[in-house]
Structure formats: structure tokens, C-alpha cells
């Protein structure tokens, strides 16, 4: 049986059967659109969405690396690591600024 898929973001494993999603790395509406992609546990996908608008992601923030060195995504990095890697919030956030 092959590994489970590691999420760019928070370097969890993605088990079989958790709720992930695509993210454009370049959003669509800002030239991405058939660019690459990354697979991304779907609390984690929210949460870059959440933090950063469209044109923050595709100016500064086009690469896993830099996504983990936002201030913000760093802080939810360390709290979702201390949850299991199919961990789904059942709570809705706002998006934050």
C-alpha cells in the first residue's frame, strides 16, 4: 500500500478517505489557471484562503515555502500539527484580516 500524500502545508500525512482539496499555486483569476497545483488537506486549503486575497497569493505567495513563512499560516501550522492528520474543524472561521 502506498504512503499517504504529505500536505505542502503542514507536513501532515493526508489519510485515505480525509476531505482534501487542489490549490492553485497562481489562483485562476490571476493567470494560474492550468498552472500547478498542490494537494492540500481541505482545513488547511481554507485557511490560506482565509489569510490571503487572491493577488497577496499570486504576487508573494506562489510556492508551499512562502505559504509556511506567513506569519499567520505559521501560527495555524503549529496548532493543526498537534491534531490527527484527517482533523476537520467543524467550526466555520471568518475570513480574517
Same mark, same amino acid.
Given at each position: ?23 492553485? /499555486?497562481? !489562483? ?10 498542490? /494537494? ?43 491534531? !490527527? ?13
Amino acid at each position: 500500500m502506498p504512503d499517504d500524500p504529505t500536505c505542502p502545508l503542514c507536513l501532515r500525512p493526508i489519510p485515505e478517505g480525509a476531505k482534501a482539496s487542489r490549490h492553485h /499555486l497562481v !489562483p485562476k483569476l490571476r493567470g494560474g489557471k492550468g498552472g500547478p497545483t498542490v /494537494l492540500l488537506h481541505h482545513i488547511c486549503h481554507r485557511e490560506i484562503h482565509a489569510t490571503l486575497s487572491e493577488t497577496e497569493l499570486a504576487r508573494d505567495y506562489d510556492t508551499p515555502e512562502k505559504l509556511r513563512q506567513h506569519p499567520r499560516l505559521a501560527k495555524f501550522i503549529a496548532w493543526v500539527a498537534k491534531r !490527527p492528520p484527517g482533523f476537520q474543524s467543524k467550526i466555520p472561521g471568518p475570513r480574517r484580516r
